[in-house]
């Protein structure tokens, strides 16, 4: 049976480890994600890393796959900025509530620019290991953007399209 100065001990370097991953996910949501340093992304996450997203027929994989998804956010959204709402770690897991905001100025997802401001929310898991992320699962509200980017009205009807 261990001893309460163990179970301390145990607790206490549980909580320093997800307190160094919550760092490293906020560090790469200013350096990658708001600043853009793109070369910078190996030291955040693993060459092999998978993100899930809410489609998934739309899993972002690899290094490669990473930095081509956020260069065409970053060109379809240039003053795109992130901000962390709130976020809590337990063991080898960071989640993050974040929100961006941008104007859409470039394509996106087929989608020509059109001009708006928009702001979209997500609720992100990452699983950290040895200090880099290797997998993501991201829930954004893509309904949401597309809905602020005009392509589906409020009750879900794509535009130019009638019922019946």
């Known amino acids: 049976m261990k001893t309460q100065e163990e179970k301390t001990s145990e607790m206490k370097e549980r909580s320093s480890v997800a307190e160094r991953n919550k760092e490293l996910v906020r560090r790469a949501v200013k350096e990658i994600w708001n600043d853009g340093n793109y070369d910078d992304l190996e030291e955040f996450v693993s060459r092999d890393i998978t993100i899930y997203l809410a489609t998934p027929e739309t899993q972002i994989q690899g290094l490669e796959g990473v930095k081509e998804f956020y260069v065409q956010l970053r060109n379809a959204f240039p003053d795109i900025h992130f901000t962390i709402d709130s976020q809590i770690a337990e063991e080898d897991k960071v ?21 708006k401001r928009i702001r979209l929310v997500s609720v992100d898991i990452d699983r950290i290991v040895d200090g880099k992320a290797v997998e993501c699962w991201a829930n954004m509200d893509e309904l949401g953007l597309l809905r602020q980017l005009g392509v589906i009205e409020e009750d879900g009807e794509r535009l130019g399209i009638n019922k019946g």
């Open 95 to 115: 989640v993050t509530q974040w929100t961006a905001r941008g104007t859409h100025k470039g394509p996106f997802r087929g989608i020509a620019p059109t001009g």
